[in-house]
C-alpha cells in the first residue's frame, strides 16, 4: 500500500515515474550508489503475481538484481509483538508447496534486526483471534509466524524465474487482537481490500474506526522501519 512505501520512496535520490502501468505507483532512482525501481504493487494475490511478473521481466533484462518485497503482517503466534520485524525464511500458503527464500538476504536483513521466521499468505484477511490461531496451527504452529495477502503468490513467480529475493514484513497487530470479524468477508485473493466495502462497512459499525485508525497510524510509523532495511538490502 501506499501508506507501507511512502518512507522508502522518500529515500529514492532523483525518482522518477516508471509510467508502464504495471503498478499503480512506481519509481526509479538511486539509493545511495545502486539503481532501483520502488512499486506499490495493491493488496492480494493476483496484484502480488503482477508486480512479481514485472519484476521477473526487468531481471530478464539484467535490469533487477534483486527483488525485497515489504510490507505490514498480522501476527500468528503468540511470540510477535507491533513493531516486530519477520524475514520469511519460509514463505507459505496452505495447500501449496513452501518456498524457501535466499539464505544470503535473509542473513542480511536478520543482521539489521529482522527476526527470521515464516510467512503464510491467505487468501483474505485474516483478524479474529479463533481465525488466526486456526491458520497458525494448521500451517505447523512454528514460532515467528505472520499473515500476509500476497508473499506466497510473490515468491512462487520470482522462484521459477530465479530472481534472488527476500521478504519483510512488520507486525502491525498481534495474534491476541481484536479487529473487525466482517472485514474477513470484504478482502479476497482477486479483489484484495476493496476501499468502498471498508468505508460502507465502517461508516455502518462505527466501533470499527478506532481500531482500523490504529492500523493507519502503526503503518506510516512502520514504514519507517521498512524503509531503513530496504536501504541496507539494497
Same mark, same amino acid.
Given at each position: ?14 525518482? =522518477? ?18 539503481? %532501483? ?7 492480494? $494475490? ?34 510477535? +509483538? ?43 484477511? %485474516? ?5 488466526? +490461531? ?12 505472520? %499473515? ?35 472485514? $474477513? =468477508? %470484504? =478482502? ?39 524503509? +531503513? ?6
Amino acid at each position: 500500500m501506499k501508506s507501507e512505501a511512502s518512507a522508502l520512496l522518500r529515500r529514492v535520490e532523483g525518482a =522518477s515515474r516508471v509510467g508502464d502501468g504495471a503498478a499503480p505507483a512506481a519509481v526509479r532512482g538511486r539509493i545511495g550508489d545502486r539503481p %532501483v525501481q520502488v512499486a506499490v504493487c495493491g493488496v492480494g $494475490e493476483r496484484a502480488a503475481r503482477r508486480a512479481a511478473e514485472r519484476c521477473a521481466r526487468l531481471a530478464s533484462q539484467g535490469a533487477c538484481g534483486r527483488v525485497v518485497w515489504l510490507g505490514i503482517a498480522g501476527a500468528l503466534s503468540p511470540d510477535l +509483538e507491533v513493531g516486530d520485524l519477520v524475514v520469511g525464511r519460509t514463505v507459505m500458503a496452505l495447500g501449496q508447496p513452501s518456498i524457501g527464500v535466499d539464505e544470503t538476504l535473509v542473513g542480511a536483513a536478520a543482521a539489521r534486526g529482522c527476526r527470521p521466521g515464516v510467512l503464510v499468505t491467505a487468501s483474505g484477511l %485474516v483478524v479474529t483471534a479463533s481465525s488466526r +490461531e486456526a491458520l497458525w496451527r494448521s500451517s505447523g504452529s512454528q514460532p515467528r509466524t505472520a %499473515v500476509d495477502m500476497e508473499t506466497w503468490a510473490a515468491a512462487r513467480v520470482l522462484q521459477r524465474a530465479g530472481v534472488p529475493f527476500v521478504a519483510v514484513r512488520a507486525i502491525s497487530d498481534t495474534a491476541a487482537d481484536r479487529l473487525p470479524s466482517w472485514l $474477513e =468477508s %470484504v =478482502s479476497s485473493a482477486d479483489s484484495g481490500l476493496p476501499l468502498g466495502p471498508v468505508v460502507r462497512g465502517a461508516l455502518m459499525r462505527p466501533s470499527a474506526l478506532v481500531p482500523l485508525a490504529k492500523i493507519r497510524l502503526r503503518t506510516t510509523r512502520l514504514g519507517v522501519r521498512l524503509a +531503513e532495511v530496504a536501504v541496507a538490502l539494497a
